[in-house]
């Protein structure tokens, strides 16, 4: 199983479309395996759900996401575990003991409101 979880300076990034890199889980028995940091080249929004099909992810842990974003992972067999913050691998070893605080109904609605204010909060900063 791979888990891969937005990801920036060891924190859970807040903007799904704006990460830079993903910290990807490589999970067997339940434990952790291995380790690695996915350069996204800033990929993109719809890029994005592409690329963690590319590398096989079962699973992704993030903060805020769109619904476009959403139904591409859905499509892709993603797991979405959203609106999650703090230690990214705190998240990960929730997730796997069962404990993962997540929000099922998150939504990001920055994309419908373009240069009119920002409904995300401050989660979109920059790394």
Known sequence: MKIAVTYCDGQI?????HTGQFKVYE????????TSIVDTGSSGHGALA???KLIQT?????????????MALAEAGIQLY??????????????LAGQLDYNPCVRCNHHDHH???HT???HCGNC
């Not at 999970?27 to 291995?34: E, H, L, N, P, Y």
């Not at 079962?58 to 959403?70: E, M, N, S």
């Not at 959203?82 to 997730?95: I, L, Q, R």
Request: a negative charge.
């Open 13 to 17: 990034f807040q903007h799904f479309g």
């Open 58 to 70: 079962d699973v992704l842990i993030c903060g805020g996401i769109g619904g476009g974003a959403q």
């Open 50 to 52: 592409g690329l963690l």
């Open 82 to 95: 959203g609106g999650v913050t703090g230690d990214a691998d705190d998240a990960v070893a929730a997730y």
């Open 115 to 117: 240069g009119e204010g």
């Open 27 to 34: 999970v067997a028995d339940g434990r952790i395996t291995a």
């Open 120 to 122: 995300c909060g401050d």
